[in-house]
């Protein structure tokens, strides 16, 4: 079965300090990965895919991702966090061949001043 | 680019009545329209998956008299929550698909209360 796994309900940042959302996910053949992020009241706003090719990714506001095939892994990273990138984040995967996303539970980040 | 719109973005209504969400793909076409609910502090729950011009898929436990699902062109999909009840009270987001079909863009969301 497919399935995405965010195991941090929160992440807390101070801001500045470099910042790793979770994600694991388990699918059948080569996965397509996404993580996009929800503001309160508002849908989500893509960020960034791994398709294939380079295993580091990198996507819209300084977030960048890294592909990591043996631990079946896809976490978010950001060097320098700032308090406006405090959100809810969603990893999710796409099997090959197939339209559905299969979304994680979603990580809540806190980044404090 | 690859903007998705919602409308309305929030609507009240009385038990027993329809409400009509529109999600239209403003600068792309979409050839595959998904639709999802969300609960508070849940993930998303995908509802149906839509094509244009033929009828939408449906999840398990999902009513597809209940939700209607209509994706008349390539610009356009529409969901009609039929005679909704309390427990339809959501927030249901769509997202849209073009033809390289390799990232879904999601709309605002609709927030939906029925008293």
């Known amino acids: 079965a497919q399935s995405v796994a965010q195991p941090e309900d929160q992440v807390n940042v101070a801001e500045g300090n470099p910042l790793t959302v979770k994600c694991t996910y388990s699918v059948s053949g080569n996965p397509y990965l996404f993580w996009y992020v929800q503001y309160p009241n508002r849908g989500l706003q893509f960020l960034l895919k791994y398709i294939t090719g380079d295993n580091l990714v990198k996507g819209s506001y300084g977030f960048e991702a890294e592909f990591n095939k043996s631990q079946t892994s896809f976490h978010l990273k950001k060097p320098s966090a700032l308090v406006s990138d405090s959100a809810l984040y969603f990893c999710a995967v796409r099997a090959y061949n197939t339209d559905k996303l299969i979304f994680g539970t979603g990580t809540r980040l806190q980044v404090f001043p | 680019g690859a903007v998705v719109s919602q409308h309305p973005s929030w609507v009240i209504c009385k038990s027993g009545t329809s409400v009509k969400i529109e999600c239209r793909s403003l600068d792309f076409q979409a050839t595959t329209m998904f639709w999802y609910r969300q609960f508070p502090k849940q993930s998303l729950m995908l509802m149906a998956t839509?094509?244009?011009?033929?009828?939408?898929?449906?999840e398990q436990g999902v009513e597809k008299d209940k939700f209607l699902i209509n994706h008349a062109s390539l610009t356009l999909s529409t969901l009609t929550v039929t005679s909704a009840h309390p427990e339809d009270s959501s927030f249901y987001i769509c997202?849209?698909?073009?033809?390289?079909?390799?990232?879904?863009?999601f709309g605002p969301g609709t927030r939906l209360l029925v008293l």
């Open positions: 997202s849209a698909e073009g033809r390289g079909k390799e990232t879904q863009y």
């Open positions: 839509s094509n244009e011009g033929s009828k939408a898929t449906y």
